[in-house]
Nanobody, 118 residues
Framework: QVQLVESGGGLVQPGGSLRLSCAAS????????MSWYRQVSGKERELVAA????????NYAHFVKGRFTISRDNAKNMVYLQMNSLQAEDTAVYYC???????????WGQGTQVTVSS
């Protein structure tokens, strides 16, 4: 059974950093496209960063480029999102997701809240 569990969210001051973690089970992260999304209440979920199964391709939303980094630890079957220079506009629930090109199913974690406030 595929399961994704996010952690690492919390309250941080503007300009601060957080690292989100996504623990995967039931599949191997190196065989999936792993992504981070975020959602603000009342708004659509939006892509933040994605990493291809090969690890050769990473994509970032324009609003996080240069500040956030998606990475993967194959040995631990984990995916991370390092977030630096956080701004109030980054406040949202962050979700980890997994999919493959061969299957339309997208797997989601339960989300972790990130709040950027002074």
């Amino acid at each position: 059974q595929v399961q994704l569990v996010e952690s690492g969210g919390g309250l941080v001051q503007p300009g601060g950093s957080l690292r989100l973690s996504c623990a995967a089970s039931g599949f191997t992260v190196s065989q999936y496209i792993m992504s981070w999304y975020r959602q603000v209440s009342g708004k659509e979920r939006e892509l933040v960063a994605a990493r291809s199964s090969t690890g050769l391709i990473t994509n970032y939303a324009h609003f996080v480029k240069g500040r956030f980094t998606i990475s993967r630890d194959n040995a631990k079957n984990m995916v991370y999102l390092q977030m630096n220079s956080l701004q109030a506009e980054d406040t949202a629930v962050y979700y980890c997701s997994a999919r493959t090109l061969a299957d339309p199913t997208v797997y989601w974690g339960q989300g972790t809240q990130v709040t950027v406030s002074s």
